[in-house]
C-alpha cells in the first residue's frame, strides 16, 4: 500500500521558534508538494520538489524554507513561526512524467497552531 | 495563483440526487485531476481526464472535459450520505511540469 506519512498530526508551536515539518514518502516519487490549507482559501502551493536538492516556490513560499537532501524525504521549514502561519499543512508525492502532472498521493496533514 | 476554480463553492442534496461540480482552468493542460477530500484528512485521487478526452467514467463518477472553454465538471451520480466531503479540481500550472495547482474546492453535503 503506497504512503505518504507525515511526522505529526498535530503540533503546537511558539511564536519565533523553528519548526521542521517532515514528510516521507515510500513510492520512489520524484516529486514532492508541500500545500497549506485554509478555509475559504482551498490548497496553496508553498514549495515542489522535482528531484533530490530541486525545487520551486510555489504560491506562498514567504517564511518558508524546505530541505529534500533525500528522494524519499521533504522538509517544511518554518524559519520563524508565526500566528498566521497556524494551519493544515499537506504533503504530496508524484510520479514524474513527460505527459504532465500524474496523480498526486497526500499525507494526512498536519494541524499547526502557532500561539 | 490559483491554476483552477470551483463552482459552486457549496452544495446540499438529498441522498439519491446528482451532484454536479464545475471547474475552470488559466493555462493549457495535458490532464485535469479531481481529489476529494473527507474533513480533516489528506485528498484522495479520483479521477484524471487526458487534454485528448472529452469524458471518463469510474463507477458513479463521470467527468468531463472542455478544452475549448477551459472548464471540466464532476458529476456523482445517486449521490450517498457517505459522499460528503470536498471536492478539489487539479492541473498543472504548465504543460510540462509536475507542479500541481489545485482549486478551492466544492464542499458537498448529502442529507439522508
Known amino acids: 500500500d503506497v504512503k505518504v506519512t507525515q511526522s505529526s498530526r498535530y503540533l503546537v508551536k511558539r511564536t519565533g521558534e523553528k519548526v521542521f515539518l517532515e514528510c516521507v514518502q515510500d513510492m520512489d516519487h520524484e516529486n514532492m508538494f508541500w500545500y497549506r490549507q485554509d478555509p475559504g482559501l482551498g490548497l496553496r502551493l508553498i514549495y515542489f520538489?522535482?528531484?533530490?536538492?530541486?525545487?520551486e516556490k510555489g504560491d506562498i513560499p514567504e517564511g518558508y524554507s524546505v530541505s529534500r537532501e533525500k528522494k524519499e524525504r521533504f522538509s517544511l521549514i518554518l524559519e520563524s513561526a508565526s500566528t498566521n502561519q497556524t494551519s493544515m499543512y499537506l504533503c504530496a508525492s508524484s510520479l514524474r512524467s513527460a505527459g504532465g502532472a500524474t496523480e498526486a498521493f497526500f499525507g494526512q496533514g498536519t494541524r499547526l497552531t502557532v500561539v | 495563483s490559483q491554476q483552477g476554480e470551483e463552482d459552486p463553492q457549496a452544495l446540499s442534496i438529498q441522498e439519491g440526487e446528482n451532484a454536479t461540480m464545475n471547474c475552470s482552468y488559466k493555462?493549457?493542460?495535458?490532464?485535469l485531476q479531481w481529489y476529494r477530500q473527507n474533513s480533516g484528512r489528506g485528498l484522495v485521487h479520483l479521477i484524471l481526464i487526458r487534454s485528448n478526452e472529452r469524458e471518463k467514467h469510474s463507477g458513479r463518477l463521470r467527468v468531463t472535459l472542455d478544452t475549448s472553454k477551459k472548464s471540466s465538471s464532476l458529476l456523482i451520480t445517486a449521490s450517498r450520505a457517505a459522499d460528503t466531503a470536498s471536492y478539489f479540481c487539479a492541473s498543472p500550472l504548465s504543460s510540462n511540469t509536475g507542479k500541481l495547482i489545485f482549486g478551492q474546492g466544492t464542499t458537498l453535503q448529502v442529507k439522508p
Open positions: 520538489s522535482y528531484d533530490v536538492k530541486m525545487k
Open positions: 493555462t493549457s493542460i495535458n490532464n
